[in-house]
């Protein structure tokens, strides 16, 4: 699997989850990368960008809540989720950003969130 997701689990309202995403191809290493999640019902939606500058973008559910970042030497992407709601309930996914340079998606990370 070139990109593997980890680091998800069941949390209460209010707390906080670090993702991994493992890059077995260094794939995210000139591109632009991104968080997708895809909560029950719903269509897959990125949360968080983040692109070859290093520049970060959010989306508004998440803004002020959620961190991306990467490590280029160890090939890895990060999401820190702070401050989680019942809403936040989903799959997470990284790949390339926009999904239409997507790669194969592996099987993501369950993040479920109880009130």
């Known amino acids: 699997v070139q990109l593997q997701a980890s680091g998800g689990g069941s949390v209460q309202a209010g707390g906080s989850l670090r993702l991994s995403c493992t890059d077995s191809?260094?794939?995210?290493?000139?591109?632009?990368m991104a968080w997708y999640r895809r909560a029950p019902g719903k269509q897959r939606e990125s949360v968080a960008q983040?692109?070859?500058?290093?520049?970060?973008n959010y989306s508004d559910s998440v803004k002020g809540r959620f961190t991306i970042s990467r490590d280029r030497g160890k090939n890895t992407l990060y999401l820190q989720m702070n401050s989680l709601k019942p809403e936040d309930t989903a799959v997470y996914y990284c790949?390339?950003?926009?999904?239409?340079?997507?790669?194969?998606w592996g099987q993501g990370t369950q993040v479920t969130v109880s009130s």
């Open positions: 790949n390339v950003w926009p999904v239409r340079y997507a790669r194969i």
């Open positions: 191809r260094r794939i995210f290493s000139n591109n632009h």
């Open positions: 983040i692109f070859t500058t290093g520049t970060t």
